[in-house]
């Protein structure tokens, strides 16, 4: 087998053995509980993959997950670590919503819309280059700043919402004006929306970014070795902010599938966990944007999933799959790397 | 204002301070000990949160809260077992690993909380240490377990040992001390005492609730790097942070206009400058995060 061929055959499989061990132990908690392991993952498969309304709530739960996963995966491939989607998409999310309704009833969609996802972006972007700025500059870790900025984030969308913005007696924002409203898909429906187009196109733009531009180079040297990185003559302190600041952007316009595409407004708590199962897709994914995609379709299957197990075991069950299979790919991701190294080496 | 200093300095505003430092000084500790050997501990949250519901369902089970302690400190060994077979046997990504574990523990105490109780959200009431924070026989093993650990560190061979294991790994291998031995017993002394921690919550509280670590094991996070890494100091970076968290009650109660959302921000402001501004002063353990090839 090729050099290539190898790789690929062993990532499949780390993956595969990443599935088997997460249903070995779904089946064991759903027979804990005195249901049917074949039962329960074919209502989990049939609801979500078995007819249209199902195909649409799937994508549309994918459609966020499409955006963290690419989130992280750029800043890991500048060899940096994002935890902070959370925080960012959720200020991506409140400004898009104060933007969209802010607007005149009277802007045009060609206007609102990318506007509104442009501010996203922005928000999300500027979020992300904090931990960016002092893991260059003072070398403070990215990993625990983008954690505390989580938190920070959520008490500081939180009181602006109370204080200012939230609708009174709510915890939502006023609806976005309808020109900035992305049209649904119209399945049967289902939830998802023009953001699900807006994922791709991100995907796309973040394969010609990374794989074929120069600054993608850039940024993947600085991942490599930042020392090599410095000595070719990168600016290695600038690339990590960009890294942070493009990492937290993408996460930030989570907020155009939600405020958007769907709800029309800013909700508390909306998009709660995308942050974190980014990590895991970007991980599943390989950082690498179609992988990236088909990772977000598993766990956007699982997510949606949830609702429609619920009337056999507890929903909770989704959520320890989850886990379960990114623990066993952080594993399996591992235990193939060390082989394929020790390929390289004979 | 006046009324404000007045709640500070009150016997009530002390216990209060105690009874929300605890758990964060026990997941701390935990995350010290497990950091200071070179290991990450993204993972605490969940410790916390698995000895809570350890702790709660052997409390109710037994009628005894000395049971459910010592079934929460096993829990969180548990998690510490997992964890260590995930980042120290297979070499897997410490901080995948951690979030993993986390969501993994949040998810299945509520999978098991419908399973033995019939609920999502919260336990039958388990019995406690009784109501002052005083006679909780809990916080002297807390004050006991920071000077262990501060004397441990510093005074004996296993502290010695821990330490040069998280700064030096190579170079304790070719001394011929076990990386990995050294590595494992720091993960689950790290679990067991942050399920202690999470014992805590459960006996204070009387229950178990769905989450009910709340963000507890990331300010605890936060504290191990506000305390650069030493138990004492750590445990002082918990009175602080627990000290806002008080604060905040009392300024409630007075009407202080400062937002909630700001004095609860502060422990994670905090650690972000301190991170910023203290490079120099204090760092990390230098392999922490990284994982051990045995040679």
Redesign the interface.
């Known amino acids: 087998m090729t050099k290539r061929g190898n790789e690929l055959f062993l990532q499949v499989y780390g993956v595969a053995v990443a599935l088997l061990v997460a249903m070995a132990a779904g089946s064991v908690l759903i027979l804990i509980f005195g249901q049917s392991p074949a039962n329960v993952y074919g209502v989990l498969l049939s609801k979500t993959w078995g007819n249209a309304h199902g195909i649409g709530q799937t994508l549309f739960k994918s459609t966020p997950l499409i955006f963290t996963g690419l989130s992280v995966a750029l800043a890991f491939r500048a060899g940096l670590f994002n935890i902070g989607c959370e925080g960012q998409l959720l200020v991506g999310s409140f400004a898009c919503a104060l933007v969209g309704s802010a607007l005149p009833m009277s802007t045009p969609a060609l206007l609102a819309v990318p506007l509104a996802i442009a501010v996203a972006g922005l928000a999300g972007g500027a979020l992300g280059a904090i931990p960016g700025a002092l893991r260059a500059y003072t070398g403070s870790h990215e990993v625990i700043n983008t954690i505390m900025l989580n938190f920070i984030a959520s008490a500081a969308v939180l009181w602006a919402g109370n204080r200012f913005f939230f609708v009174e007696e709510t915890t939502h924002t006023a609806e976005i004006v309808s020109t900035a409203e992305l049209p649904s898909l119209g399945i049967s429906g289902s939830a998802l929306n023009g953001s699900f187009f807006l994922a791709f196109a991100c995907a796309g733009l973040f394969w010609v970014l990374m794989d074929r531009s120069r600054r993608g180079f850039e940024l993947r040297a600085v991942g490599l070795s930042p020392l090599a990185a410095e000595n070719a003559g990168i600016d290695v302190r600038r690339s990590i902010v960009v890294a942070m600041t493009l990492s937290g952007a993408i996460a930030g316009i989570v907020g155009a599938n939600f405020v958007l595409g769907y709800k029309h407004y800013f909700e508390e708590g909306l998009g709660r966990g995308m942050g974190f199962m980014g990590i895991a897709v970007a991980l599943l994914g390989r950082n690498n944007p179609i992988g990236i995609i088909f990772a977000a379709l598993l766990f956007g299957t699982l997510s949606n999933g949830g609702l429609e197990v619920n009337a056999f075991v507890p929903k909770e069950l989704i959520e320890v799959l989850q886990a379960v299979i990114i623990l066993a790919v952080a594993i399996t991701s591992a235990t193939t790397q060390r082989a394929l190294a020790k390929g390289g080496a004979s | 204002m006046s009324d404000v200093f007045g709640a500070v300095f009150s016997v009530y505003f002390l216990a209060q301070l105690v009874r929300t430092a605890a758990p964060y000084v026990l997941a701390a500790l935990g995350g010290t000990i497990s950091e200071r050997s070179g290991v990450?501990n993204?993972a605490l949250e969940g410790k916390l949160l698995v000895g809570a519901f350890c702790c709660a369902v052997g409390a109710i089970e037994s009628g005894s809260a000395t049971v459910g302690a010592l079934c929460g400190i096993l829990g969180g060994m548990v998690v510490g077992w997992?964890y260590g077979l995930?980042v120290l046997r297979?070499?897997?990504?410490q901080?995948?690993?951690g979030?993993?574990?986390n969501?993994?523990a949040?998810?299945?105490t509520?999978?098991l909380l419908?399973?033995f109780y019939g609920s999502?959200a919260n336990s039958p009431p388990a019995p406690g240490f009784g109501d002052s924070v005083w006679r909780n026989v809990l916080l002297y093993v807390v004050i006991g377990l920071v000077l262990a650990f501060q004397f441990g560190f510093r005074r004996t061979r296993f502290g010695l040992r821990l330490r040069a294991v998280g700064e030096h790994p190579e170079a304790c291998e070719t001394l011929g001390l076990s990386v990995l031995r050294i590595r494992w017993m720091a993960v689950l002394i790290a679990g067991g005492v942050a399920g202690l921690g999470g014992a805590w919550l459960a006996l204070d509280n009387h229950a178990f609730v769905a989450n009910m670590s709340g963000?507890r094991g990331?300010i605890a996070?936060?504290a191990v790097?506000m305390g650069s890494w030493r138990p004492k100091y750590v445990a002082l970076a918990c009175l602080l942070f627990a000290s806002a968290e008080a604060l905040q009650v009392v300024m409630q109660v007075a009407k202080v206009p400062v937002?909630?959302?700001?004095v609860?921000?502060l422990p994670?402001?905090l650690?972000?400058v301190a991170?910023?501004?203290l490079?120099g002063r204090s760092r990390?353990p230098a392999s922490l995060g990284k994982?051990h090839e045995r040679g």
Do not use: C, N
């Not at chain 2, 297979?90 to 990504?93: C, K, V």
């Not at chain 2, 937002?259 to 700001?262: G, K, V």
């Open positions: 990450v993204i997992l995930a297979f070499g897997a990504d901080i995948v690993s979030v993993a574990i969501l993994l949040l998810g299945l509520r999978y419908k399973l999502t963000g990331y996070l936060a790097i937002p909630r959302e700001f609860q921000s994670y402001i650690t972000m991170m910023a501004g490079i990390a994982p």
